[in-house]
């Protein structure tokens, strides 16, 4: 598939027929292992959770309904970074941004891999309203590592529409 026709195709699902292989889950999860890093540092970090009882138990536990029916039926990852590594020097921020270049390489980091799972035929969605604390409890996550988000993954039960772009003048500006 030509990369521009991978990221046409991806789209943010909300209803899932079946969640993803463990094998081509690990493939995903190397491939967004590939992501650029500050320093390749890579302060990046998943939770991947394909157990069916612990999947139920944290969508019941942890995501609101939208998002717990959202999800259905699909995989769950879980994203993290390691606070004070990325944009820090000496154990102090390099500038303003401080942990927020750790949030800027997961971005970077979940965008390879929701692409990695496209190419595979996988589809995902990305959900930040989540009760980290629940989360954090669950899947053990040190208190070292921001959570951020909780991806789906699964086969799509159904095509969504084209969702409207702004119009690129709207969001960059040229000189």
Not at 33 to 59: F, G, H, I
């Amino acid at each position: 598939m030509e990369f521009k026709e991978l990221i046409c195709e991806r789209r943010s699902i909300r209803g899932y027929a079946s969640a993803i292989g463990h094998d081509d889950l690990v493939a995903v999860l190397r491939m967004a292992q590939q992501a650029p890093s500050w320093k390749n540092q890579q302060a990046s970090r998943c939770y991947a959770v394909e157990t069916p009882e612990l999947l139920e138990d944290l969508r019941s536990c942890a995501l609101p309904v939208f998002n717990r029916n959202s999800s259905a039926n699909a995989a769950l990852i879980v994203t993290t970074f390691v606070k004070d590594e990325v944009g820090f020097s000496g154990g102090e921020p390099v500038n303003e941004v401080a942990n927020g270049w750790g949030a800027y390489d997961l971005g970077l980091h979940s965008a390879y891999l929701i692409l990695a799972a496209r190419s595979l035929g996988y589809d995902t969605l990305i959900m930040g309203i989540r009760d980290a604390d629940v989360i954090r409890e669950k899947l053990s996550i040190p208190d070292n590592e921001e959570i951020m988000s909780v991806i789906a993954i699964g086969k799509r039960s159904a095509d969504p529409s084209v969702r409207p772009r702004k119009d690129l003048n709207e969001v960059v500006r040229f000189f």
